[in-house]
Each structure stands twice: as structure tokens, then as C-alpha cells.
């Protein structure tokens, strides 16, 4: 898949109080917090995004309480940071049962799931969904999810061999209806010819599996496959596996140089540039002095603590250990240089940052670069992001929520479909037909 006519969107959330935002949930503009209980709340979000012509929403997913800030996780729990953290599966059930065309596209780790399992979980939505499920294939970079399954943390690159073999073993289990293979015929009484249903035999260096497949095909066949790994050995992965990308980079320049680079891994790999879709955030108000307001308002509540512990993860060191008033580039990781420029673009205003503001901003957005304004502002900005990226499109967050994705749907998705780079309607009914296209 690589550049269309139109842009794609994608709305990224976790099943959890908040999406990117440090208390966000407390803000009182946001419902979220009470509604994520509820499986009409994420019924009437489908409905909105499915109105808005957007692609799919996706679920990221860390199934486990960041420990790595202060060395426990009183931080997550103490500020609701990306915890609790609920399953999303359920969810791509229950907001594909209340649409017709809206994609779901749901996280599942190589690490702590047997393959043949998840084929089965997956290939279930996807065959009740009518095909318009994806699969954000990760490795599980996070210790704490590693100690709550009771499996070590696997080296970097080894995780991802783990997933190339993970990978191995489900498209084996796709692939295993031959022609004529399900007549499913009430005459004869015959549901499948077993010799038309290849059993796999798989005897790995990481897993073990002797299956015919549990579940039928759906109409796209298989999920399709997103991908966000960035090191070396994620883009190899990627390119091999992945049918759209999802990243995040700080700002355009940063986008630009992102897409190029993936896009020379895939041609050297033998295949086409694949899409990508930029992580961003937007700030929504009626004029640009709400959206400004409603942007400090959520800045101004972010305690230092919750940004600090988003910070340690990117910065590879535990930030409570930092003077939050030193310059970013000065704390001595290899990350906080690149990390600091990067951040220095966001603020735009050339200043050296510190280890407080870093931190604010990764409480705020997580690295998301932010499109703040009225809608016509916001969807010039978003424009000029898709036209000068590159990218296939965005897998957008909003701070709060429902309203925000509300007012994005009613105010700037006609913007975009004005100027014809939003789809008025779907191309077709699968999630792989709309991605596509
Ligand atoms: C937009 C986006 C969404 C991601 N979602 C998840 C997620 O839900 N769960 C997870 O464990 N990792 C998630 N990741 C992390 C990636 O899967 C990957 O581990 C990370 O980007 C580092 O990849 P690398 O080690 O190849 O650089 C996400 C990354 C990006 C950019």
C-alpha cells in the first residue's frame, strides 16, 4: 500500500482512562473515565468515527503497569497513566457489531500469547466483524508486562525473530483451506474435506504448533497487518509483514526524513513503499483562543511526576533521579540529544529545553506532534502535514474525549471532504478494501 489520492485516518485509544494525555480524565470537559465501562459509550465513538469516514479506530495496548519510573508503579496508578488497562478485544466486538464499515484495528503481543491462540482471537473478530479487523503486531517492550506474565524480557532484535516466527505460523494456519475446501454443504452433511484443510506442523526454535486451523476465513482472508517498530530490525520486520506503518515523529521534517527512510528499507526489501500513518494529536475549539485556552488548561494539570515517568521510557534513564530545571541535552543518554532538538522544533521557538518542559510535553502528547485552532486551522495544519509528509494519513488522538472527536467529525472532516482529500464515502466494505483504496 502506498500513497493515495486521499488521506487515511485512523483514531488510536487504549481501553484506559486516557489516550496520551496525563489526567485527561480529569478534565471536565471528558466523559471518557465513566463511559469506558460502558459498552454503548464505545458503541456511539464507533458510529462517530464510522460518520466521519474514518478508516478504523485502534487500540494500543500495554497490558501491564508501567514500573520503570521511581522502580514501581505508584506513578501510573496514583495519575491513571495508561492504567487500568483493559483489554481492547471486546471492544473491536461490540464497535464492529454497531457499524458497517468502520475497521477496528487491535494490539496483540508476540510475547505471552501462543500463536495458534491468537490466530484463533483474531481470525474470530475478524470472520464475526466481516473482515474489518487489523492486528498492530508488537513484541511487548515493557518490563512490567514481561513480570506480570512471569516470562523474561527477550533481547530487542530476538523478539523480533520471535514474531517473525510468531508470523510464520499464522499465515500457515490462513493459508490452510485449499480450493473447494469448505462446502459447508447441508445436503451431503460435509462442512469441510479434511484433505483440502492442510494441518500445520510447526517445531520451531520458539514454538510448537500441530493445528488445522480453529476458525473460518473472513471475507479480506486475514487481519490486516499494522506494524510500529523503528529500529533496524523493526523496519526489516515491518517491511517484510506489515501492510500499513504506524509511527510517530516529532514534527515535518522529522515525518519526511521517517517516510524516506522506510520507504528505501521496503524497495531494497523488493516491495513498494508502504503507507504510514503519523501519530497526532489535535486541541479543538470553536476559535483559536478556545483551542489555546483548552490546551494550557490541560497543560496546567499535568503534574510533574506523571510526565517525568513518560519521559523515562523514550529517555532510557528513571527521570525522578533528574533536576527538573537542567537543559535536556545535558543529561547524559544518547536519546536526550536527538530528543531535545526534537522537542526544541515542537516548542518552535528555538529555546533549550529542560527536563521539566520535556516532560509536560511527553505528559501532554507523548512525543504526538500537536495541531492546535479552530477547525478550518486545524484542518489546514493537517493538510499541510499529509501533502508534505508523504504519509498515507494519521492515526489521530484527541485529548479528551467524546466531545473532541465529535466536534472533529461534525467541523473538520467536512473541511477535508470539501476539498476532496476525505472520503465522502467507503470504498468498499472490508477494512483491507478501504485502506487500500
Ligand atoms: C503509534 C504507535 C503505537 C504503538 N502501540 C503499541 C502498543 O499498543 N503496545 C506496545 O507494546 N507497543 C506499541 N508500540 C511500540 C512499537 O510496537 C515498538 O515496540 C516501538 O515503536 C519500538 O520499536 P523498535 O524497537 O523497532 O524501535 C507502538 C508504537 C507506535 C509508534
Redesign the pocket.
Known amino acids: 500500500m502506498t500513497r493515495s489520492s486521499q488521506m487515511h485516518m485512523v483514531h488510536?485509544f487504549?481501553h484506559s482512562p486516557i489516550t496520551h494525555t496525563a489526567l485527561s480524565w480529569a478534565n471536565e470537559d471528558d466523559g471518557h473515565l465513566a463511559g469506558m465501562a460502558s459498552f454503548a459509550y464505545w458503541q456511539d465513538i464507533a458510529r462517530t468515527l464510522e460518520r466521519g469516514r474514518f478508516d478504523a479506530a485502534?487500540?494500543?495496548?500495554?497490558p501491564a503497569a508501567s514500573d520503570q519510573y521511581r522502580g514501581s508503579s505508584d506513578t501510573p496508578l496514583k495519575h491513571g497513566v495508561v492504567w487500568p488497562t483493559h483489554d481492547p478485544f471486546p471492544l473491536a466486538a461490540v464497535m464492529t457489531a454497531a457499524t458497517q464499515h468502520l475497521g477496528i484495528g487491535v494490539?496483540l503481543?508476540v510475547t505471552g500469547n501462543p500463536p495458534y491462540l491468537a490466530h484463533r482471537r483474531l481470525s474470530t473478530l475478524d470472520y464475526l466483524s466481516g473482515g474489518r479487523i487489523g492486528w498492530?503486531?508488537?513484541?511487548?517492550?515493557?518490563q512490567a508486562?514481561h513480570k506480570a506474565i512471569g516470562q523474561g524480557l527477550v533481547p530487542?532484535d530476538e523478539r523480533?525473530d520471535m514474531a517473525d516466527e510468531f508470523m510464520e505460523i499464522c499465515y500457515a494456519l490462513w493459508d490452510a483451506y485449499g480450493e473447494g475446501a469448505l462446502p459447508m454443504d447441508k445436503v451431503s452433511g460435509v462442512m469441510a474435506v479434511p484433505d483440502r484443510v492442510k494441518r500445520l506442523v510447526h517445531h520451531g526454535k520458539y514454538f510448537q504448533c500441530e493445528a488445522v486451523p480453529a476458525t473460518l476465513p473472513s471475507p479480506q482472508g486475514r487481519p490486516v497487518i499494522f506494524?510500529?517498530?523503528?529500529?533496524?530490525?523493526?523496519?526489516e520486520?515491518a517491511v517484510k509483514h506489515a501492510e500499513a506503518i504506524?509511527?510517530?515523529q516529532p514534527h515535518l521534517a522529522a515525518m519526511k526524513r521517517f517516510r524516506e527512510k522506510f520507504d528505501k528499507v521496503a524497495v531494497e526489501a523488493g516491495r513498494d513503499p508502504i503507507g504510514i500513518?503519523f501519530?497526532l494529536q489535535y486541541v479543538l475549539g470553536s476559535t483559536e483562543a478556545e483551542a489555546n485556552q483548552r490546551l494550557s488548561d490541560l497543560k496546567e494539570r499535568i503534574p510533574l511526576d506523571a510526565g517525568l515517568s513518560r519521559l523515562s521510557a523514550p529517555l532510557g534513564v528513571d527521570c525522578s533521579t533528574l533536576d527538573p530545571d537542567q537543559p535536556l541535552e545535558d543529561v547524559p543518554t544518547q536519546a536526550s540529544r536527538g530528543m531535545a532538538e526534537a522537542l526544541s522544533q515542537m516548542a518552535g521557538d528555538g529555546r533549550k529545553i529542560t527536563v521539566r518542559d520535556a516532560a509536560i510535553q511527553m505528559g501532554l502528547s507523548v512525543g504526538l506532534p500537536q495541531v492546535v485552532g479552530s477547525p478550518e486551522q486545524v484542518a489546514d495544519q493537517i493538510e499541510t502535514y499529509w501533502r508534505e509528509s508523504g504519509g498515507l494519513g494519521f492515526?489521530l488522538s484527541a485529548p479528551t474525549k467524546p466531545g473532541m472527536i465529535t466536534e472533529f467529525v461534525d467541523h473538520v472532516v467536512p473541511i477535508l471532504q470539501k476539498r476532496g482529500i476525505v472520503r465522502t464515502d467507503y470504498e468498499g466494505t472490508t477494512l483491507r478494501d478501504n485502506i487500500t483504496a
Open positions: 488510536m487504549f485502534f487500540f494500543a495496548d500495554t494490539t503481543s498492530n503486531i508488537v513484541t511487548g517492550h515493557m508486562e530487542h523480533y506494524q510500529a517498530g523503528s529500529s533496524g530490525r523493526g523496519m520486520f504506524f509511527a510517530i500513518l501519530g492515526n
